[in-house]
Structures are given as C-alpha cells and as structure tokens.
C-alpha cells in the first residue's frame, strides 16, 4: 500500500479517493464490462452499494502518543474527521489540534481514560457533536504492566486486562449505535501485538490481553459482519514510541531488536499507522475477522 503524500493530502471529508482495480493489482485484465463492473459488486456485497471510502468520523483511543497519535494524523490527512481520545487530556488536544490545523478536518482531543467505562457514552456523545457522524474505531491505548506472572498481583493484572481487552469491547459497546447509523463503510481495528502469539516471561497480562483482542476480534466480526461492519486487529512487532522507550534505553537492546528484524530497523508508528488506515477503508472491503502481523519479519524468523 502505497503510503499517502503529505506534500499533497486530499481535500478534506467530502472527496471521494480514485478506486483501485482489484485487476490492476493481481496483474489480471481491467479491460471487458465484468472487469469493469467486479470491483463495485465486491463493495457491494459489504457495503450495501456505495462504494466510496467512509467519509465519516472516526474514534482513535490512545491518540495522544505514538501509534495512536499517528495513526489520527493520517486519517486526517486523508481527509477523514478524528475524535482523538487519551487518558492525557493536554496530548488528546494538541494531536486533535495539529490535525484541524494541518489537514482542515473537524478534530476533537478529549480526555478519556478508556477503563472507566461509565464515561464513554458522554465522550461519544461530544464526539458526535464535535466531528459528527462516526464510523471507525481505532483502540490503540494501551500499557504493558511488566511484572512475571509468579509476581503479578491481582491490580496489576486487572489494570493491563482493562486497558488493553476489556476496553475494547466497552468502547464496541459504546460505540455500536453510532457505527450502525453511519454506516456503510463502518470498521474497527483493534491494536493487538506480535506478543499475542509469542510468550515473553515478563509480560503475561499483556500477552494474555493482546491474544484475547484477536478473540475479540472474530467473536465481534461474527456478530457485526451482518451489519456491514468490519473488525480487524493488527499485530505490530517493535515500534519506536514512548511505550517502549525504558527497553529501548537498556545497553544494546535497541540493537540487539534491529539485528532479529529482517527489514533491519525498527517500526515507526507511521508504519502501523499506514496499515490501521487500510483496514479503516474501503480497499479492505472484505477482509473482517483477521489480524494482519506488522512486524518486519521478526515472526516469521522466530527472533521474538
Ligand atoms: N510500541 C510497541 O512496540 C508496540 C508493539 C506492539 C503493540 N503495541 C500496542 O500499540 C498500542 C499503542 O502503543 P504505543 O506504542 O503507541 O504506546 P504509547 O505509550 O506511545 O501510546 C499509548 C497511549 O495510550 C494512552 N493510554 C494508556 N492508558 C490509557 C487509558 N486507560 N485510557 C486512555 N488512554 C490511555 C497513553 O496515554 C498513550 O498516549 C498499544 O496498545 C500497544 O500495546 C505497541
């Protein structure tokens, strides 16, 4: 996926995004009227026939920081309104900010810490009024809690397991009505991890929470994909933000990472970010249920 310029972003919320031929893609013919006619069937099929990408509104939880942060920021710049959500206030703000300001869409930073459940309704409710209709959902905030499960005590295990998984279906819950009326084109995408997959001795009730938002994931794709609405998570593998700064600052151990990453860096949050924005769109039409692993190979050498 070609990344979007930032020298020449897309006019705001009402532009419809040129449409891609699946054809183009695969190499396949474009010419014949089947060809013509089989990418708008597709979308179709999900998105009860308007085929545009969403122009609504979209909720990114965590967005005062790294992946959140970024991934509000290119949303905007592709001209879709953000309601941008952290737990710091002042952060939540000054990324809404810089998104009205340097991509002329309707942002709202709002305070929100996603674990107390009995507020989310009043924050989607400002968001509507704030950036109107709202049709994605990013969760992104999340802590990593690390203490080994031999250790562990029961507040630090539920406080990792509320931000990072139970938040994730309090925010669905909050969020369902508004992403049934803003419909077609609603989605979500849940931020997991490659831990999800691997065990790291240090980190069990955030491996735990990573591997339950992949559940998450195909029990809230089972019971949405009627609706139209989509839900994804991805698994980024290291990313250079604040989260992981502490590890990062440790002798060599930022070496050490590049040096078991094939691509032979570590992820920018851009690199997420680009990835979390397919999954918002239209050219994800029918992928739901799934998790898409964004870790520049480390997996799949088995360096995790
Ligand atoms: N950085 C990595 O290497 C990495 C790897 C895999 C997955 N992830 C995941 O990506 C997501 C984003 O992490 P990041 O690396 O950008 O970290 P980050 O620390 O830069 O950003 C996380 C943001 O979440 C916010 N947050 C934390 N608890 C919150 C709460 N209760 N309510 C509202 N906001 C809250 C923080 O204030 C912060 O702004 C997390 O879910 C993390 O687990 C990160």
């Not at 942002?107 to 929100?112: E, F, Q, S, T």
């Not at 990593?144 to 005590?153: E, L, N, S």
């Not at 195909?218 to 991805?234: F, M």
């Amino acid at each position: 996926m070609a990344p979007v310029s930032r020298k020449n972003p897309a006019p705001p919320s009402t532009a419809k995004r040129p449409r891609t031929s699946p054809g183009g893609r695969t190499g396949t013919s474009t010419s014949g009227p089947a060809a013509r006619r089989a990418p708008r069937a597709a979308r179709r099929r999900t998105h009860g026939g308007d085929p545009s990408t969403p122009n609504t509104a979209v909720v990114v939880t965590g967005g005062g920081s790294g992946i959140g942060q970024a991934t509000a920021r290119l949303l905007a710049e592709t001209g879709r309104a953000v309601a941008v959500w952290d737990r710091d206030g002042a952060a939540a703000r000054r990324v809404a900010q810089s998104c009205s300001d340097e991509y002329g869409v309707p942002a709202v930073g709002i305070k929100v810490d996603v674990t107390k459940t009995t507020t989310l309704k009043a924050a989607v409710k400002r968001s509507r009024t704030e950036v109107g209709p709202i049709g994605g959902l990013v969760h992104a905030a999340g802590i990593g809690g690390p203490m080994p499960v031999t250790f562990i005590d029961d507040d630090a295990w539920d406080q990792v397991l509320q931000v990072n998984l139970r938040a994730g279906a309090t925010l669905t819950r909050a969020l369902h009505e508004s992403l049934l009326e803003a419909n077609p084109g609603s989605a979500i995408v849940y931020v997991s991890s490659i831990e999800a997959f691997v065990g790291n001795a240090f980190l069990p009730a955030y491996c735990a929470s990573k591997a339950g938002l992949l559940g998450l994931t195909r029990a809230t794709c089972a019971l949405l994909g009627p609706d139209g609405i989509r839900v994804n998570s991805v698994c980024p593998g290291a990313v250079d933000t604040p989260l992981i700064a502490p590890l990062l600052e440790m002798p060599g151990a930022r070496e050490n990472l590049i040096s078991h990453t094939p691509l032979g860096r570590l992820a920018q949050p851009a690199d997420i970010a680009s990835v979390v924005c397919f999954l918002l769109s239209d050219d994800a039409a029918y992928i739901t249920g799934t998790s898409l692993v964004v870790d520049g190979g480390m997996t799949a050498v088995g360096s995790v």
